[in-house]
């Protein structure tokens, strides 16, 4: 549902040009990354974990994997590392690692200009959990040199569609945050959008159509049961969870328009946040649970505005562009992404405050992308974007100097949504 109202938006505002930009920052490859080389573990499956953990590192845009035709030494631990040889290549990181057993994956990381070892440790699990250390690991690898927890051990849920018309099926699939592993958690034959995560990754809210109108539900990943919380005449869209998980804010337009809503889901109460003629949808929450970030289209054009998480204190947030949408902020609160755009041409926007005054930069390269949704530290995006007649998954780094299809289970890729992170490690 939430993609249907942004749809109105894209029909009404279609006339409206992409306003001015005063800071667009593009930036290609990785040349200004920082070089690791992620040399192919020794044992069974060792080179399967290192080209994962590497996989992962560059897919962030800020490391430069090493090639690994490039590596005429393999070390596989502490005492084979001839410190010289590395740096030679430019190289100022090195991981290595071994695997025996089940399992059982020993790693170490070395600081090459220092010449010493910052990470020596040990993973154990079943052969199931290969993917699961192997992202573990580059999440390790990742915060010892950036000091930023690394976000490649976390799932990305997304609405996959098959056959058009009558004959679509739509199911909402769940997938490592490099796309691999997808199952499906729910699918029917009407349409399914806007999944989003509950804070603890354990539950999934969305919406579908399969009782004739739109409906909220909220599902079990665990257990697989749900149950509707949001089923009133008129549009029920946009559900996102509370930091704390015990509100949801939605869409509704029983009262005649669409407005914001924070439901309480254990008295079911409901909040009506925003009153007023336009359309206002797509929901977020502040870090703290305070304050909602929206879209609403009040002052002619699609922008985003806050208001209070109990009503009041709206104000709008985003003056660059003619047309802003669909936004989501960073734990920090100092990143947002939005689709922006006009015309024929909708890309995925960054604003970036930590600095102080908002920074803009366009971070995707496509003609019609949305849903753009960020990884819990800030540092990647992911979104649905044009591909042939259907859309695909894609991720970006915040930065917009890497970008890389991922793997999807469907013919048509709508809205994706980064999961919180995965607290229980292996």
Do not use: C
């Not at 977020?284 to 054009?301: A, P």
């Not at 109990?310 to 985003?318: L, Q, Y």
């Not at 102080?356 to 496509?366: E, L």
């Not at 915040?398 to 949504?417: C, K, N, S």
Request: hydrophobic share 40%; glycine share 12%.
């Amino acid at each position: 549902m939430k993609r249907f109202l942004l749809a109105v938006f894209l029909l009404l505002h279609a006339g409206f040009a992409l306003a001015q930009q005063a800071e667009v920052d593009l930036v290609g490859g990785r040349d200004s990354a920082t070089s690791i080389a992620v040399v192919p573990f020794g044992g069974d499956k060792g080179s399967e974990i290192a080209a994962i953990v590497s996989a992962d590192l560059a897919r962030s845009g800020r490391f430069r994997p090493l090639p690994e035709r490039d590596m005429a030494e393999r070390p596989t631990a502490a005492n084979e590392v001839n410190y010289p040889f590395w740096r030679t290549l430019g190289q100022e990181w090195l991981l290595v690692g071994r695997v025996s057993g089940d399992l059982v994956v020993q790693y170490e990381l070395f600081d090459l200009a220092k010449q010493e070892r910052v990470i020596g440790l040990v993973k154990t699990g079943p052969a199931t959990s290969l993917r699961d250390i192997a992202h573990q690991i580059a999440d390790e690898v990742y915060e010892k040199i950036t000091g930023t927890r690394g976000a490649f051990w976390t799932r990305v849920a997304y609405v996959a569609v098959n056959g058009v018309g009558k004959t679509a099926r739509y199911a909402i699939m769940v997938a490592d945050a490099d796309g691999h592993r997808a199952r499906t958690v729910a699918n029917s034959n009407f349409p399914l959008m806007s999944p989003s995560w509950s804070p603890d990754g354990k539950r999934l809210a969305y919406v579908s159509f399969e009782s004739g109108n739109s409906a909220i539900y909220v599902q079990d990943l665990g257990s697989g049961q749900r149950e509707r919380v949001a089923g009133f005449p008129g549009i029920n869209s946009a559900p996102a969870f509370s930091p704390d998980g015990r509100r949801l804010a939605m869409t509704l337009s029983k009262s005649g328009n669409p407005e914001i809503y924070v439901m309480d889901l254990g008295s079911r109460s409901l909040t009506q946040i925003t009153r007023q003629s336009g359309i206002d949808t797509s929901a977020t929450w502040s870090h703290d649970g305070s304050q909602l970030y929206f879209t609403s289209d009040r002052g002619g054009r699609p922008q985003i505005y806050r208001a209070s998480a109990s009503g009041g204190g709206e104000a709008r947030v985003t003056f660059q562009g003619g047309y802003n949408a669909d936004a989501d902020v960073s734990t920090d609160g100092k990143k947002m992404v939005m689709v922006q755009g006009g015309g024929n041409s909708y890309r995925v926007a960054l604003m970036d405050s930590s600095l102080g005054s908002p920074r803009w930069s366009m971070i995707s390269p496509g003609s019609l992308d949305e849903a753009p949704s960020l990884a819990p530290n800030g540092a990647m995006v992911v979104y649905a974007g044009r591909a042939g007649s259907g859309g695909a998954l894609y991720v970006v780094s915040a930065d917009g100097r890497v970008r890389e299809r991922l793997p999807a289970a469907g013919a048509d890729i709508r809205d994706p949504a980064w999961s919180p992170y995965r607290d229980t490690q292996r």
